[in-house]
């Protein structure tokens, strides 16, 4: 029987490498926990909402002096400010639906492992069609997008609540499409990533704070640090590989991990 402290360690390493690629750290995780058995029940799944903190500092430790930049001059310089009102612009739209659908979308697709599965190869069918197109960016600096460009973004954030469609991917492919080339969209849906999934993780934690014993407490932990740095090595190598290669080997990755999640369940598994 697999200890609770290496089902945290697996769950914290899937969560590392998919939540900043397009492929859906939700869907990873959730098909992980269903053919694998790494985790069910009300605790688990607070848990792979709890270590995606860990992710988030990996992002605020490589950007810290770019960030710490902008929280210095938003009251003194526009062009910080724009981009931290930029920011809140893109979160607006994930906060609103999910107060209102939320508790629905969790409740009734999280445990849906045919909507993942088919989630996954369409979105790996999308992101394949946007590497393809004949791209003519003119924008290449994540933190200077026009407003409307960030609040679309921020639209097609939303999609990602369906589990297996991917925060990160829905934010690429919207950039893209709006002109940010690969580096710049992908920068960005970073940036997003930090008040969405800090909202989450402050939301679940909250809700579920009567659960948590000192057992669980220790457990967080475990997947927090592991997937702290296993998100920091995956951000400094995803970006450099998209910047030169684009986003086929994701959207294959997509493509085929569905497909194999659809062939189980057709097995009855």
């Known amino acids: 029987m697999m200890s609770d402290a290496l089902r945290a360690v697996i769950l914290g390493i899937i969560e590392g490498v ?3 690629l397009p492929v859906s750290s939700t869907g ?3 098909l ?4 694998f058995h790494l985790g069910e029940g009300s605790f688990w799944n607070s848990f792979t909402v709890l270590i995606q903190l860990g992710a988030i500092l990996a992002i605020l430790a490589i950007y810290f002096s770019k960030l710490w930049q902008v929280a210095l001059g938003m009251f003194t310089n526009a062009d910080d400010r724009r981009f931290v009102i930029g920011v809140l612009v893109a979160f607006l739209p994930a906060v609103v639906i999910g107060l209102i659908a939320g508790k629905y979308i969790k409740e009734f697709l999280f445990g849906n492992m045919w909507v993942i599965c088919f989630s996954l190869i369409v979105g790996g069918a999308i992101l394949l069609w ?3 197109l004949d791209h003519k960016p003119h924008e ?4 200077k997008f026009p407003l409307l460009t960030y609040l679309w973004i921020g639209i097609a954030q939303c999609l990602a609540m369906i589990p297996g469609v991917s925060r990160s991917g829905a934010s690429i492919v919207a950039a893209m499409l709006l002109g940010a080339d690969k580096r710049a969209a992908a920068e960005f849906s970073f940036f997003l990533a930090i008040p969405t999934m800090v909202g989450a993780f402050a939301y679940d934690f909250y809700k579920n704070r009567a659960e ?3 057992d669980h407490i220790g457990i967080v932990a475990i997947g927090f640090v592991v997937s702290f740095v296993t998100a920091i090595i995956v951000v400094k190598t ?3 590989y998209v910047t030169r290669n684009g986003f086929k080997l994701f959207a294959w990755w997509r493509v085929v991990v569905g497909t194999l999640g659809l062939v189980a369940l ?3 598994r």
């Open 28 to 30: 990873h995780l959730l």
């Open 32 to 35: 992980a926990e269903r053919f």
């Open 130 to 132: 946007v590497d393809e």
């Open 212 to 214: 948590m014993n000192a």
């Open 18 to 20: 998919t939540e900043f």
């Open 238 to 240: 995803f970006l450099a």
């Open 266 to 268: 057709a097995l009855g």
């Open 140 to 143: 290449h600096d994540a933190t």
